[in-house]
């Protein structure tokens, strides 16, 4: 186990270095922080610093939100939060020289409170509750992201300079579908792939790595210079610390060779989209897995949940009931909804089963794991969605299954079912964000009941601002459509 840092280790750490790069996480996962100096840090690193609270008041283009919200807005003239490093979130960054980076949490400046849409700060409220009883929990996630080169007019631009900047560039001036992809071709687990761009391939492997946001797994996925990568499995807020940094990795590294990840749900039309599947599970002191059954339940309503304990088939029937309600979480832009359909390995309902690749939330558990493997992997969320506020979720809506010893009202998938078909008893999940926020912010809404209504006030209205934008613009399919015709 490595040696924990403190404030009174932090000189003797930072001896040979002249400054620290800090950064906190934002309501749509982005990471929003600065370079400073080691003097300045070390001033800082206990109780903290000022951070202009508007990285809460506009959006990640960094426009602020029509709604005036609570937490940061012009009455308040956005006035400073405070942020405060996490000692142990350090690591260095290995492409930039070794530099120190530390992750902050952010707190109000008059209660010192975690600030009520904190991401880092909401997973560590929602796992509070677990370590009250003596419980903690685990994780892992996947991401899966398409990839595109860099087009530039002068081949002799060095490919370090034809950054996203230049891709942003191009898309200006040209259709969306003539960005080039990576590579060509549906090659899903494909060795040879990865060898076109093999620098590229193993230099993510190896920096994430040295970054302690390790990948278990890491291969080519059906789709046009798509890639995934399956996280090193591990406790839930470590794990989702490396899910938010995981992109920066990526995007790092990939401006070294002119190419542009793209982490949203779904980047071409026709073909699958990029998920961002989460694995939950919870564990006792001693990190014994609390999911498993000890002896199998051979009168179980349902023979999926045999190997199921009584603890694990309530954060399942939590997580059911609580799904449709929480929606904008797992889901968070209007491009999200592009991926839920039907026909592209997406879940579009309330759903579950033991190995069940189409539904909602899978079973992972004996016969087909071993016990201490036994888990729930949320199908739902894209690439596109904020690791915290998804891991917040899932925990969350588990948990009040537990606390209140929900049962499961409904059957699971049976094999060869699909999602949305008829043997299908589960309803309908958003078919939009406007729809999604809508049930999200009900009085009756579910969130209110495991995130309070001023998370969800504040939450539900960056959406809105998403909505308005997206109802306001126009379209290329639009104009292309209506031009001549109308």
Known sequence: MAEQITIESLPALLENDTKVKVAGIDVDGQLRGKLISKKKFLGIAKEGFGFC?????WDMHDQTYFKELKISNAENGYHDIIAVPDLSTFRRIPWENDVPFFLVSFFDPDSMEPLSVCPRGILKTVLRQLQAKGFGAMAGAEYEFFQFKVP???SSVPLSERNTSSTATYLRDNPVNSLPSLTEGMFGYSLTRPIHNK????????????????IEGWHTESGPGVFEAALSFGEIQQMADKAGLFKYVVKSIATNYGITPCFMAKPRQGLPGNSGHMHVSVVDQNGKNLFFREKKDTEAEFEDIANLSDMGRHFLAGLLEGLPDVMPLLAPTVNSYKRLVENFWAPVTVSWGLEHRAASVRLIAPPTSKPGATRFEVRVPGADANPFYVLSAILALGWRGVEKKLEIKQP???????????ADPGIRLARSLKEATERFTRPESVARDVFGDEFVEHYAGTREHEIRLWDEAVTDWEVRRYIETV
């Open 152 to 154: 530039t007019p002068d």
């Open 53 to 57: 609270s508007v990285i809460f008041g």
């Open 412 to 422: 699971p998938l049976g094999k060869g079912q699909d999602v949305g078909g008829k």
């Open 199 to 214: 620098d590229y391939y193993y230099g993510i492997f190896d920096a994430c790595e040295k970054f302690n946001c390790g």
